[in-house]
């Protein structure tokens, strides 16, 4: 009943922004053409009295850009209203799926704490790859500089530079890792949680699979999570690549 209730509160609202907008726009429209009669004029020049024709001229001009603006924002309009009506199907099924997720992660609060253990993962790692990618900078030839006191001229060598290129794409496929654990584990406990329900002959809501997902995601399927990381980080090592090239 509720999400029933919901539904039709969501049409209704929608048909009252239709209405409102036409409403304005008819206003609109028809105070311009007010403003355009011969009527309103002879009060203005009355209002403005010692004033020569000339003065007039941009009230004028004003209510003739005035009138163009009300037709564009009419046409606009009429192409928002069809838009709306020839997707109102996937507007209904936009809202439905706003509204799944949001019974899931209501019903689902462990789940927050799935992208933030991902995170310190992430983070961790980010901190561990400085450190060795320092150690691998010094294995290059460092003279002191002649101009600037306690400044090193770092000269690349040939190796060295093949070891960082390695180490940067090793970090990109960590992070390329971590990340899409994360997503395999949410969308994983989402899928629980629908089947989970869908089963369930009664009304209560049934929790969604957590820990189930966690378990697939390290035990059952981390090998094809990390070959899809490794394509990950193969585009966007040639991203990076082309970006620094230019």
Request: contains cysteine; proline residues 2%.
């Amino acid at each position: 009943t509720y999400t029933m209730l919901m539904s039709y509160a969501s049409e209704a609202l929608a048909w009252i922004c239709i209405f409102l907008t036409w409403v304005g726009l008819i206003g609109a429209s028809v105070g311009c053409w007010m403003l355009r009669t011969d009527t309103l004029m002879l009060l203005a020049e009355q209002i403005a009295s010692g004033m020569s024709g000339e003065d007039l001229l941009p009230t004028e001009t004003q209510a003739q850009h005035q009138m163009i603006g009300c037709v564009a924002s009419g046409a606009l309009a009429i192409l928002y209203s069809c838009s709306i009506w020839c997707y109102w199907g996937d507007l209904q099924t936009a809202i439905d799926v706003i509204d799944a997720s949001s019974d899931f992660l209501a019903d689902t609060y462990r789940i927050i704490w799935t992208p933030v253990i991902h995170f310190i993962m992430q983070t961790v790692v980010l901190f561990v790859w400085l450190g060795a990618m320092g150690c691998i900078v010094s294995m290059n030839d460092i003279t002191p500089s002649n101009v600037i006191p306690q400044m090193k001229n770092l000269e690349w060598r040939t190796d060295v530079q093949y070891m960082a290129f390695f180490m940067f794409f090793g970090l990109l496929w960590l992070m390329a890792l971590l990340d899409y654990l994360n997503r395999f584990i949410i969308i994983c406990s989402a899928s629980t949680y629908y089947f989970n329900n869908k089963r369930s002959e009664t009304e209560t809501q049934q929790p969604a699979s957590v820990r189930k997902a966690w378990h697939i995601a390290y035990l059952n399927h981390m090998g094809s999570i990390a070959v899809g990381a490794f394509i990950i980080a193969v585009i966007r090592l040639i991203k990076y690549t082309l970006v620094f090239m230019m």
